[in-house]
């Protein structure tokens, strides 16, 4: 490792890393494992829908009949396990795709059912209030929400408020800025049981963000209607520039595409004279680039743990998303983390995170990215409000290289050897 010694600085720090590293090795080996189903998965729908450059093409005005967008979105749906699928680069963000397929398919008297705890954040002003007429709860949506008990969804508490027959229950993969457990495919299986015996007539959504590919299904090849994500998140394997996808059953995505675009026109319109070639591409890669940023991640946990830390998820436990948590001690170790992240970034590596207000949130926030793409966090990035425990949040990595390099620094930077 000795590579790295230019981030860590220091051979003791450069001696825990090798510890870390070498303990590792079964995670990392589950990781390949995933990636090769992944990548044979994506391949295979290549293969078989015979994708060729003539899709790549740009396409202009209504773009009726594009057959890059109409290829891609056959792409997703093969590749998750769903029979129908909308990708689209005006789906402005993972935020945009979630809001338009709940008002797709909620209406007024209808009850979403929230059962994983608060979700995240930038749901909360999509659910609203009964004062906003713009949102779920100003149009008459009944919503309710299970709280998580010990880091996992409340079986038992789901099972009783499924006795209302809820129109659209709701499930978020990742642990997103939270400290629960992000769920596995296996949970998701078990819910999706659960919610199909009790109340047949419900819709399982599922906020699939930050979780695709971090296993070898996805949940609608396990039970779920309908999911939906970011395309500058894992399955736009970083090249994607912007966009969204919702994926799952035909007769709920035609309701969504009405949402999406128009009432009677839905999914035939929507033109990208940028052309698909980083959508097919970045799909084509994102198997490997979720194993990278999941690989650092495993190196983060490892290396926290022995500087003394306790990173949440740990090294050794089985992950559903990319998010790896850690308490700092005190506000300027958070600060000397991130900043030690944005110096070992590719891009604006030369910029100096500072704590500032957000919308949003309480308390200020501190951020670090330099990635090509703005915002994504396929592509290494770390942040944290500043208040207790300082916990930070870190996720991505095109190439896990760069991850292991920022961690090391980082722990330079808050003097751990
Ligand atoms: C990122 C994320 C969202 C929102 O996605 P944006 O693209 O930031 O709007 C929603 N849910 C979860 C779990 C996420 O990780």
């Known amino acids: 490792m000795d590579y790295f010694l230019q981030a860590a600085k220091d051979p003791a720090l450069l001696a825990l890393a090798q510890e870390a590293e070498a303990r590792i090795g079964q995670e ?6 995933i990636k090769a189903a992944n990548q044979m998965k994506v391949l295979a729908a290549f293969r078989r829908l015979r994708v060729a450059p003539s899709h790549f093409a740009p396409s202009y005005g209504y773009g009726y009949d594009d057959p890059g967008r109409e ?25 945009h795709a979630l809001a338009c397929a709940l008002f797709g398919m909620l209406g007024k008297g209808d009850e979403l059912l929230f059962a994983t705890g608060t979700p995240y954040d930038t749901l909360h002003s999509v659910i609203g209030s ?12 009944t919503y309710k929400e299970i709280p998580i008990k010990d880091g996992n969804t409340d079986l038992a508490a789901l099972a009783e408020a499924l006795k209302s027959a809820p129109r659209v229950v709701m499930l978020q993969r990742s642990r997103g800025y939270a400290t629960r457990n992000s769920l596995t495919i296996a949970d998701i299986e078990k819910i999706a049981e659960l919610v199909k015996r009790q109340s047949p007539q419900s819709i399982l959504f599922v906020d699939n963000c930050y979780g695709e590919f971090t296993d070898a299904k996805e949940p609608c090849e396990v039970g779920a209607d309908i999911m939906a994500g970011s395309l500058i998140k894992n399955p736009g394997g970083g090249l994607a520039p912007t966009g ?17 675009t128009s009432p009677g026109i839905g999914r035939e319109v929507g033109s990208y004279a940028a052309g698909y070639l980083p959508y097919f591409q970045g799909l084509y890669l994102a198997p490997h680039v979720v194993a990278e940023s999941l690989k650092g991640a495993v190196f983060t946990a490892s290396v926290l743990d022995l500087a003394g830390f306790a990173p949440s998820p740990r090294y050794n436990e089985k992950r559903g998303c990319i998010i790896q948590a850690v308490n700092m001690e005190n506000e300027n170790q958070l600060c000397a983390f991130c900043r030690a992240v944005q110096a070992w970034s590719p891009v604006d590596s030369f910029a100096r995170p500072e704590p500032a207000p957000m919308p949003g949130y309480e308390d200020p926030v501190i951020m670090a990215a330099g990635a090509f793409i703005q915002g994504s966090s396929i592509e290494l990035s770390a942040d944290a409000p500043l208040r207790p425990p300082y916990t930070l949040f870190i996720q991505g990595g095109l190439v896990c290289e760069q991850v292991k390099a920022a961690v090391l620094a980082a722990l330079h930077e808050c003097g751990h050897s």
């Not at 009964?130 to 949506?141: A, C, D, N, Q, R």
């Not at 969204?244 to 999406?260: K, Q, T, V």
């Open 28 to 33: 990392y080996a589950q990781i390949e494992n």
């Open 71 to 95: 290829k891609l979105e056959a792409l997703f749906a093969e590749v998750f396990g769903a029979q129908d699928a909308l990708v689209r680069p005006g789906l402005a963000s993972g935020t």
């Open 130 to 141: 009964e004062s906003e007429p713009y949102t779920l709860k100003g149009m008459g949506i």
């Open 244 to 260: 969204g996808y919702i994926a799952g059953r035909p007769d709920l995505i035609e309701r969504i595409s009405y949402r999406m």
